[in-house]
């Protein structure tokens, strides 16, 4: 499996972002984000990126106002889940040129777009950025 | 492209957004989110609405949902837009309806119908949206409706829909592995894929099925080989590239599909090594993608069959994590060295302060991975302070998930490890008094077992005092509120049975404080039970020692509170304490002898006891029996065949007939009723733990019923489950015997001799004492066994050979008499005894231990002789298995090697060290070393079910 969730949080915990790769009921992710939100948030700069929750971790990042969270299985090797955050940010920063908040709240469905391309199956598929991000420019020029 | 007035985004749209970004508070966002749904609800069902629009109110929707609230009134719309012509607004409906409905929702079998249109699109961008539909809403029923397509798309011209078909297929695997079983070769097609995309993709899947049947995908090692080489020698296209890494992703998800495919297959692992070594030394180590493929490389290499050159390598890699100033790159070192520890343990040592910063660090995420690690590298010199910093970690978190973890591996290090039943039982109450009700009910019979039986050895003394300890501490720790209820039902029973035994404590003081916890904790009733039963104990020794008895008022109370309660068991337990006190202290002697719950009870089945009886009866004109299956005599024959279980026949009530088959514990009670002298005279359903382990503790053919006996694991683990560290208790309890209840003297002469070893050595300087302390009582055993004669004792290496020479065909000789210990050697050992003597089996290698051992002997010796005294023939004799293994030349066949019968004989060889080494050790490692010897042979092996053996052979 290896991801199971990816959430874009501000820094006042407001959900900007959430994609699940298993189903949980509206309030079970409800429950979820309230608490893992709380845990990253409380942590400052120089502790780990990984934060260990109930039987599985937590990798973030955090990019100015906006916290990216991701939740993988405990095999998974988090440094490279960091940097797959890293990838990312730049296909939206390439997209969008110098990607902000709001750039992902205006344009929720392309996030999601990019994200499709890039994982399957909780399974990180496709890292190129042109790869990722052509489908997207296609049916920009489409519509 | 701005972020604002984007295409076709009407005021409203941006107004909502805008407002739900600037909402301060939860509540706020609430209010707009409640205020959406209002007006989408009017608007959503208007008829005729352009499809731009209605995009947006989808999209609305999705807020509404991310946001925490429910916006089901919309889903069928988002259904309907999956229909729409426009690519951009069918997708936002695929991915509205990813987001909204999980793959059972009512509504899918609206889409899949138009997921099959899709599939047959011509234009690939459509068809690309649909599989990724498929991806996430096709269930196992509807994979036949759409497996034919996607199977045709896997050989799509566009590489974008080649993936996604085998992301597809790989989600039909992941749901139903038996409907594409037959399609599952797929995979290694497009592991082929000319595009790097497709067959990036492709590894996902195959790393899955890796995973659970290897062996049948080893002829692709080379595959994997080449491709990893080729992806490292940067020939796939730059736009794979992340920072300079060429297709860092691929790479690490290459290098875990080898670490699977190479762990155990030493010629398997051959031919990874050139290329994960290439890895190694080409890795930019200064970016973090770097450091995650280095990271990786470290997992693989500790997985595959072990080689020198990269188990060095990845030990660099290690300690450059380990100093990093990143909390992240030491988080990854940690983990890095348990899983490295396993190969090569010494490595450990050279990080030890790095491993204690770690520990004490704040960061709480630091701090469990470092406490994973002292987890795998826990062994009896160092348990001690491992398992108490534990104890103290888990009683200052609330997290009930991690707390249940931690206690679980402090019971599991105590059993192991425990170097004195005293200690083990202080941290047990530790454990059960901070986190009793997460931990396991059968750590609890384990703890009263082993104070029932107290050592393996006829050491009376010894037992008893551990018991009076135990009784000590219990009625101490009675006085703090609110105990686990699992923790009360060990100090009933203990108090029941031992409460009085020492004469410490009067029967009216125990039985006191039983009834006042049979009071404070009123509506537990198995605790009730326990205590009821405890009263029960303490009176009839009394009675049995000719002692008056007088019931205290509050005990009265609570009989009489039980003779009428709901519950029949403790009714019944009632009646039976008010039967016994009625008894002469002969029968009760009989019924309730003291300190019996270990003996073994013969149950005789077939009731022969009774025959006179019978005979007699018979002889008087009674009709002789005749089982109840021939009585009706129609049933047929394959019933007979069930009579052990119960009435399993078809007719009666069947009261456990739904039960896993057990031998029929409940048809042998009665028989123990009348045969057996025991303490529970009834069965009592209700309780079975405890009722069946005073009356049957241990009948060793009856598998089956182990579920119902007290567990023995626990206790055979504590006596020697073999691990590469010198740690059985055998020699712990021998130097039990020697040095009774010194093991504090133990624990502090290891760590005063092991800082002499660092202050010769001198570490980093400015270290501060405590921390160097404590890395010398966590490290002091590997530092000792294994380190010390790899770093500062080269000229003893010369000699340690010779030691070796002459040591080995005794240890063979001695090893070759115990069948259990070739399987006792956990293979890690043994595929360090490579052929090459390579640096790694050289330090391992046991003589340098040894020798390192005898070292400290001397330091030791000084301040208390016995327990490294006590400790050697452990070590020896452990690694003595280890050094036949390699002096085999190989791990082809261990046995052959270990009853090699060349011969030095024994005495003369353990005479060896003591010429060597002035120090005045005596006759004791011997004697030890032969005890060790006779013991392994005779029964470390889990499969002796009776832990007696140990007593007869000890005794």
Known sequence: MGIRFILMVNKQGQTRLAQYYEWLTLEERRALEGEIVRKCLARNEQQCSFVEHRNYKIVYRRYASLFFLVGVDNDENELAILEFIHLLVETMDRHFGNVCELDIMFHLEKAHFMLEEMVMNGSIVETSKANILSPIQLMDKAS | ?955
């Open chain 2, 1 to 955: 492209m701005g972020s604002q007035g984007g295409f076709y985004q009407s005021k409203e749209f941006l107004d909502l957004v805008k407002s739900i970004g600037e909402a301060r508070s939860k509540a706020e966002e609430d209010r707009i989110v409640l205020n959406e749904i209002e007006t989408l609800k009017r608007r959503i069902s208007e008829p005729d609405i352009p499809k731009r629009k209605m995009k947006e109110y989808i999209i609305r929707l999705v807020y509404i949902e991310m946001l925490g609230h429910d916006a089901s009134f919309g889903y069928i719309h988002a259904v309907k837009m999956t229909h729409d012509d426009s690519l951009l607004v069918k997708r936002t409906g695929y991915l509205a309806v990813t987001l909204f409905l999980n793959e059972d929702h009512d509504l899918i079998i609206l889409i899949v119908n138009t997921i099959q249109k899709d599939l047959k699109s011509d234009n690939y961008l459509v068809v690309c949206a649909a599989l990724n539909a498929v991806c996430k809403l096709i269930n196992e029923e509807t994979i036949p409706a759409v497996l034919p397509q996607v199977m045709e798309l896997l050989a799509h011209p566009k590489e974008a829909v080649r993936k996604k078909a085998i992301m597809a297929l790989h989600r039909f695997y992941q749901k139903s592995p038996s409907s594409v079983s037959h399609l599952v070769s797929n995979f290694r097609k497009r592991l082929c894929d000319n595009d790097p995309g497709v067959m990036g993709a492709t590894l996902c899947p195959l790393f899955e099925l890796i995973a659970r049947d290897v062996n049948s995908y080893k002829d692709l090692v080379i595959s994997f080989v080449s491709i990893l080489k080729q992806v490292a020698e940067r020939r796939l296209s730059k736009a794979y590239d992340y920072h300079q890494m060429p297709a860092p992703f691929i790479q690490i998800k290459l290098l875990k599909i080898l670490a699977l495919l190479g762990s155990g297959d030493k010629q398997a692992s051959e031919n990874m090594y050139t290329v994960v070594g290439d890895i190694f030394r080409k890795c930019d180590s200064s970016s973090n993608i770097g450091n995650a493929v280095l990271y990786e490389c470290i997992c693989c290499v500790s997985s595959i069959y072990p080689n020198p050159k990269l188990l060095e390598s990845a030990a660099d890699v290690i300690s450059r994590f380990l100093k990093s100033d990143s909390h992240n790159l030491k988080y990854m070192g940690i983990d890095a060295l348990g899983r490295l520890i396993k190969i090569s343990p010494e490595i450990a040592e050279q990080h030890q302060l790095a491993v204690i910063d770690c520990l004490e660090d704040p960061d709480d995420t630091l701090k469990r991975k470092t406490f994973e690690l002292l987890y795998k590298m826990t062994k009896s010199t160092n348990v001690e302070v491992i398992v108490d910093r534990m104890i103290d970690y888990m009683i200052s978190i609330n997290d009930n998930h991690y707390k249940t973890e931690i206690a679980s591996r402090c019971v599991e290090l105590a059993e192991q490890f425990a170097p004195s039943n005293q200690w083990f039982i202080q941290t047990m109450n530790r454990v059960f008094e901070h986190a009793g009700d997460l931990v396991n009910i059968k750590v609890a019979h384990n703890l009263m077992r082993l104070i029932a039986e107290g050592f393996g050895e006829d050491d009376d003394n010894a037992d008893s005092k551990l018991r009076s300890s135990a009784v000590e501490s219990y009625l101490r720790i009675l006085g703090e509120p609110k105990l686990p209820s699992v923790f009360l039902q060990v100090i009933c029973w203990v108090l029941g049975e031992y409460g009085t035994a020492d004469g410490m404590f009067s029967a009216s003081d125990i039985t006191g404080k039983l009834c006042d916890v049979a009071e404070a904790y009123s509506n537990d009733e198995t605790l009730k039970a326990y205590a009821t039963t405890a009263l029960m104990k303490i009176y009839a020794f009394e009675i049995a020692a000719r002692r008056k008895v007088d019931m205290l008022p509050e005990c009265q109370s609570l009989m009489e509170e039980l003779l009428a309660s709901h519950s029949t068991d403790l009714q019944q337990r009632a009646y039976e304490l008010q039967a016994v006190i009625g008894l002469d202290a002969h029968a009760v002697e009989c019924i309730m002898p003291s300190d019996a719950s270990c003996e073994d009870v013969e149950v005789d089945r077939d009731l022969s006891f009774l025959n006179d009886y019978i005979q007699e009866a018979i002889e008087k004109g009674a009709q002789p029996y005749i089982p109840e299956s021939e009585r009706s005599g129609m049933l047929n024959i394959s019933n007979f065949r069930n009579q052990d279980h119960h009435e399993a026949s078809s007719h009666g009530l069947r009261f456990e007939a739904y039960e896993l088959p057990k031998p029929a514990v409940q048809s042998r009670i009665p028989q123990t009723l009348v045969a057996s002298t025991e303490i529970v005279p009834v069965p009592e359903p209700m309780y079975p733990r405890e009722s069946y382990q005073t009356t049957m503790p241990s009948i060793p053919s009856d598998a089956g019923s182990a579920e119902l006996k007290l567990r023995l694991e626990g206790v055979q683990k504590k006596w020697g489950r073999p691990t590469y560290t010198p740690a059985t208790s055998t020699s712990n309890s021998t130097s039990q015997k020697t040095v009774n209840g010194t093991s504090q003297g133990d624990g502090a002469s290891t760590v005063s001799s092991m800082r002499e070893t660092y202050d010769s050595r001198k570490p980093q300087v400015e270290v501060s004492h405590e921390k160097q302390k404590l890395a010398a009582s966590l490290f002091g055993g590997s530092s000792k066994t294994e380190k010390r004669p790899a770093t500062g004792h080269k000229a003893g290496k010369a000699s340690s050979h010779m030691v070796e020479k002459s040591h080995v065909p005794k240890s063979s000789m001695e090893v070759a008499s115990e069948k259990a210990a070739p399987a006792q050697q956990p293979p890690d050992l043994l595929d360090l005894g490579e052929p090459t003597a390579t640096s790694t089996a050289l330090q391992l290698d046991p003589f340098k231990q040894l020798e390192g051992l005898l070292d400290t002997t001397e330091v030791a010796s000084a301040v208390n002789g016995a327990p490294a005294a006590s400790r050697s023939p452990d070590i020896m004799a452990l690694y003595a298995d280890t050094a036949a293994g390699i002096h085999n030349e190989n791990d082809a066949d261990l046995l052959s090697g270990l009853s090699n019968p060349s011969v030095t004989n024994m005495p003369g060889t353990t005479a060896m060290p003591q010429v060597t080494q002035s120090s005045s050790k005596g006759p004791n490692p011997k004697d030890s070393l032969e005890k060790d010897a006779l013991v392994r042979q005779m029964g470390v092996n889990p499969s002796s079910q009776n832990p007696n053996l140990f007593k007869d052979l000890l005794g």
